[in-house]
């Protein structure tokens, strides 16, 4: 999961960089309105972390113009997509501000200084709105997987799996039923930083495969990948 950091004080900014790669996100980090308005143009992030005192203007101006922007016939393909998930994570904490920030679209809303546990919580939780689901865990079949405890369970065991593995099945049991392709994969577990290996995702998904069952994860020749939509919902 992708996650774009809109922040202009660099220690906030590194320490939530860190804090949230060390829990499995990609996170890229913005100072400003106009780098992180041309970032969400650009890129498909899982959800916005959003200051409101940035170096060039306020973070509500940036909120109302993503809440503004067409959703576009095909949503899934238009960016900036205005359905991304936003938590404003803000030193304002009067009860007005707070309800301002939500009425303006925001998602959620934290005061600074915050707990990194509780921001990572309302983060799964954004997430977990945004793809429709109500269960804190996700089911497919007989695999099961903890977005919090980041473990998969297969038939009630245990699967042990490397953080991009789990990243991987997040993003394919997260878009069940659609095909991804692997660069629709790669943007959402790679920062812009990121060294990306040109056949990474592909070994990532034989090595599922291999763990999971070889059926689990279909390939779509010259398309992409996808896990089919079960039967029942
Ligand atoms: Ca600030």
């Known amino acids: 999961m992708r996650i774009l950091v809109v922040e202009d004080d660099a220690g906030i900014a590194s320490g939530l960089r860190t804090n949230l790669q060390q829990r499995g996100y990609a996170v890229d980090v913005c ?3 106009a780098s992180a ?3 969400l143009r650009t890129e498909r992030f899982d959800a916005v972390l959003l200051d409101l ?4 203007g306020d973070g509500s101006e940036l909120l109302r113009r993503l809440r503004l922007s067409p959703a576009g016939e095909a949503q899934a393909s238009v960016l900036p997509d205005p359905a991304t998930p936003v938590l404003i994570v803000t030193a304002r904490d ?5 309800i301002a920030g939500l009425d303006l679209g925001a998602d959620d809303y934290l005061t600074k200084p915050f707990n990194v546990d509780e921001l990572d919580a309302r983060l799964r939780a954004l997430l977990r709105r945004a793809a429709g689901r109500t269960s804190p865990t996700i089911r497919h079949g007989d695999i099961e997987l903890d977005p919090a405890g980041r473990t998969v369970r297969q038939k009630g ?3 042990d799996m490397s953080p991009r593995e789990f990243s991987v099945l997040l993003v394919l049991l997260e878009s ?3 095909v991804l392709s692997r660069q629709q994969i790669e943007e959402r577990l790679y920062s812009w930083d990121a060294a990306i290996e ?3 995702v592909e070994v990532h ?3 599922l495969r291999r763990k999971l069952g070889s059926a689990c994860i279909q390939t779509m020749r010259g398309v992409g990948y996808f896990m089919p939509q079960e039967e029942r919902s």
């Open 31 to 33: 100072d400003g309105v």
């Open 37 to 39: 308005w041309s970032a």
């Open 53 to 56: 005192g940035l170096v060039d």
């Open 94 to 98: 009067q009860v007005h501000q707070r």
């Open 157 to 159: 065991k245990p699967v």
């Open 176 to 178: 069940r039923g659609r």
């Open 198 to 200: 040109s056949n990474a």
């Open 205 to 207: 998904i034989h090595h």
